[in-house]
């Protein structure tokens, strides 16, 4: 069994940033395609991030598009979300994802293991 552990959320200003991390526990080797979600509250989970198997493939949710960097340590199986120019509209929990296909992209369920979340809240 694989346990995505998030790290990296808090509290942050109009205009801040954040890195968000997540590595599984487990001690597996496999390397996984990997994408971030999110819920903000009373609102649907939606796609924030993703990255494929090997690092050459990334997409963004128009949201998000110019203000968000995925990136990957491949050696670590952690996978990084960078959010720069936060808003108040980011405030959600933040959940990674991690699948066997070479790339999930959007589509949560070619993700086979999700996190606890972290907790990313936008305010003044």
């Not at 069994?1 to 997540?22: F, I, K, R, T, W």
């Not at 960097?69 to 959940?95: C, F, G, H, M, W």
Request: aromatic share 10%; proline share 4%.
């Amino acid at each position: 069994q694989v346990h995505l552990v998030e790290s990296g959320g808090g509290l942050v200003q109009p205009g801040g940033s954040l890195n968000l991390s997540c590595s599984p526990s487990g001690g597996t080797s496999t390397t996984w395609s990997m994408g971030w979600f999110r819920r903000a509250p009373g609102k649907d989970r939606e796609f924030v991030a993703a990255i494929s198997r090997s690092g050459g493939t990334t997409d963004y949710a128009d949201s998000v598009k110019g203000r968000v960097t995925i990136s990957r340590e491949r050696s670590k199986n952690t996978v990084y979300l960078q959010l720069n120019s936060l808003k108040p509209e980011d405030t959600a929990i933040y959940y990674c994802a991690a699948g066997v296909v070479l790339y999930g992209g959007a589509d949560p369920a070619l993700y086979r293991y999700w996190g606890q979340g972290t907790q990313v809240t936008v305010s003044s």
